[in-house]
């Protein structure tokens, strides 16, 4: 079965061809990084008019990469939610237009289980249940999945996501948009155990994310040292650098610690790691060494799963896969299928 992707609900205009739910055929992202960077984050009116620019040259480039024609396509699959709504109303327009003109089925799916998806493209042998931690720009979930197609969700942020909570510290230093990257590099050269932050006990036995007083802290710090915004292409200072590190550190303690909650309650065979904060260098070591120790004779062991960088941040290609076995099961378009930006997935 072949799948045409298309992705739309933030700053990336997307669109892929996949095969049998697993093989990217190709993979075609137009990154909006430079329009939004001098705002230092998602202007959402100028991200709807760049979709509506790039969204023919992406799906054309996809096919065309692909060596595929629209008669060759069994199905499009198109996020319908959650994100910005002029946005996803662009890829959602999109895809209708082109299911009808074409005559092929087309079906709606999550951005997040889109992520879930993006580990499957390079391992199909992920076993279920799995449990995956989707760390994005808008998103900190922890959600159990029993079976294909069943969530449920057992943890979430109560405020920032930690993508949101990096690219928030990195504006306010002036590192640079998006601050996730810049910080994941930058905190390589610092001390990571110059500045505490005290990771918050969330009482209630909860498995839920609160990163805004890690933000609240790092801005007390900043007022002490009496730490300016950095001036363009000025060398970071050592201070920042140990601050970036201290709080990346306590940024990925806290998805950790949560997550191993999580799995000891309910150990699955699977741990997926998705959404762009999942490329955090720090992140995959730590959940590599944490879930993976070295005890090859052992066959029940965890898993730790992560996409390639690629496939991590928004991509289309997720959104064919997670797309594929809706399409096997009910291959038909509802033309009435309209963009939600609260999507829930469960
Ligand atoms: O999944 P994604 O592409 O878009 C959303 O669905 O939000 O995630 C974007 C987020 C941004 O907050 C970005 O700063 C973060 O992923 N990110 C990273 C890294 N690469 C991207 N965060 C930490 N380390 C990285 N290497
Ligand atoms: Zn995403």
Redesign the pocket.
Known sequence: MLVLGIES??D?TAAALVQDGHTVLSNVVASQVKTHREFGGVVPELASREHLRNIGYVVRKALRDAGKDHDDIDGIAVTQGP?LIGSLLVGVSYAKAMAFSIKKPLVPVN?IEG?IFSAFLEHPDIRYPLLALV?????TSLIYSPKLGAYESIGRARDD????A??KLSKFLGLGY????I??QLSKRGDARRFSFSIPKISDGSLDFSFSGFKTAALRYIQQAGIQPRCPRAKVAKIVLDLVSSY?QAIVETLLRQTQKAASRLRPPSILLV???A???L?RQTFKREFEPDTRENDTRVRVYFPS?VL???NAAMIAAAGTPKLCRNPRTDLRLNAWADLRLC
């Open positions: 609900s933030c990336e994100g951005h992520h760390v994005s720009g808008g998103h996501a930690a993508g949101e990096l690219d998006p601050g996730g990257p910080i994941d990346q959404g762009g904060v490329c955090n260098s992140l960088p991590t941040t928004d």
